[in-house]
């Protein structure tokens, strides 16, 4: 029998019972502390933990979303790679201000981190390029991301003359897909608990360079 959505989204609602964490506990860089949650996450076998959402707003304002992987992390941020004409290319070189969140359900965690992001070097975005399946290199040049398409078979149709031009040779990185680094200033841990008390850690980027962390009201 089909459900009733409304009251299916309205009622369904379970409780979070997980560990608590406090300001005392958490590491004193958000990174080392990212690294312990992801470790956490690889070891509780969460199907893809590196997938997070990247919200980006066009210079009017209007707001997008979608679902990115993860691909690099460092002191410096989180790294990921795209379609420089995509949608997303498009917002984050009118507004380089994003906000992106991960979400470990199995875990009652989020991880929101706020900032800037910025193209990674031609350097970088070729070796992360050359380490990628054929497949997906050859994909790279296929698509026109987020273009308009008359149908499915327009796409096969191009990636198999691609296919044909690139036989016998190596493929190189179309010079309009590469990588974005999201430089933080505001990186916020979210564990879920009971009754909706839940803890919030966040760390904030002062102008000196050091992180401060805060518990935020739930």
Known sequence: MKKDIRSFVQQDRRDFKNKDISKESMAENPFDQFEEWFDEALQAEIQEPYAFT????SAKGVPNARVVYMRD???EG???????????GTDLSENPNCTANFFWMELDRQVKFSGTAEKLTPEASDAYFNSRPRGSQIGAWSSDQSSVLKDRQELLSKLEKLKGEFE????PRPQ????YIIRPTRI?????????????ILYSLSEAGEWQKDRLSP
Not at 78 to 88: E, G, L, P, V
């Open 54 to 57: 990247l919200a980006t707003a």
């Open 188 to 200: 916020e841990f979210w564990q879920g608990r009971e009754n909706r008390l839940h803890d919030r």
């Open 168 to 171: 016998g040779k190596e493929v």
């Open 78 to 88: 989180f790294a990921f790679f795209t379609n420089y004409n995509s949608d997303k």
């Open 73 to 75: 992390l460092s002191k």
């Open 176 to 179: 309009h897909w590469g990588g």
